[in-house]
């Protein structure tokens, strides 16, 4: 064995969450109209030859479409993986995951755990009776990326590419390569088992201490996504705003049209809202950064899309 070599007695562990890499289709050879979270994370990996000789174990955390997460399978999935996380013997963890909301939990991960061992999320666009899965092949690039010397941090790992949890998104419904990550690029690419990198690993963000908040919650505090576009009006923020005490919203994050621009219908009620109390954060609708400029409507949280920036708002009210 080499220096820097990974050693086949440091295990791996598969936290199994669903998905359609887990999906079962009534006629071999759908691709779309299947279950999604029906095959057992075990069976995924039968015969990868990438597991051959190591030491390896799995555990089905869920057996869900990732449409359709709860708080509490985050939850479940977060207290998992740092416990493995804690384990000297664990080199690294693969988790195989719905592709739909795969990067809010890839941000959630990150965010919450800021992993020194690299914790990779793996998914398929195909379920695993299609013709041709790619979910076989997403799994064993996951394994390298696991197992790769001073690999750490949270990242996605889907047909050979490696994206960062801050900057991944789902562009795509159908192709096999539906991720991007932008104008950052992806970390690193795996080419036959082997790891190219172009950047950094993932680095510790800021709300890393709110795990045992997160893990102690019932409910996360009432966050709400809302998007201008042509003819957006100021009802739907006075009718959040009407709401009861107990059902009122507590965030907003609006996605903004072109840098982070709002209709005046819409902006005005937003102001009304903040004036009443809610935390109002802006994002791109288009997923890209805002270029700040002094009339920005509302802060951007460190440049996230809207469906993390609307978890950062989210942790920061746990912990308010
Ligand atoms: N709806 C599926 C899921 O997110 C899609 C997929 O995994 O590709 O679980």
Known sequence: MQVGEPTKAARVVVLGMGGTIAGRAERAGDNVG????????????AGLPVLQGRNVSFEQVAQIN????????????VDRARVHLADPSVQGIVVTHGTDTIEETAYLLQTLLAPAKPLVLTCAMRPATAVSPDGPQNLSDAVAVATEPGARGVVVVCAGRVHGPHEVAKQHPYRTDPFDSGDAGVIAQVEEGRVRRFRDWPVAARRTGRVEAFLRASAMPRVVWLSSHADAQAWPVRALLAASPEQRVQGIVVSGTGNASLHTELDAALREAEAAGVRVVIANRNGAPPVPYPQQPFADIDGLSPPKARWALTLDLLEA
């Not at 299947?34 to 990996?45: I, Q």
């Not at 990732?66 to 999935?77: E, I, P, T, V, Y």
């Open 34 to 45: 299947y279950d999604a979270g029906a095959v057992p994370v075990e069976d995924l990996a």
């Open 66 to 77: 990732s449409k359709d997460m709860r708080l509490a399978d985050l939850q479940r999935l």
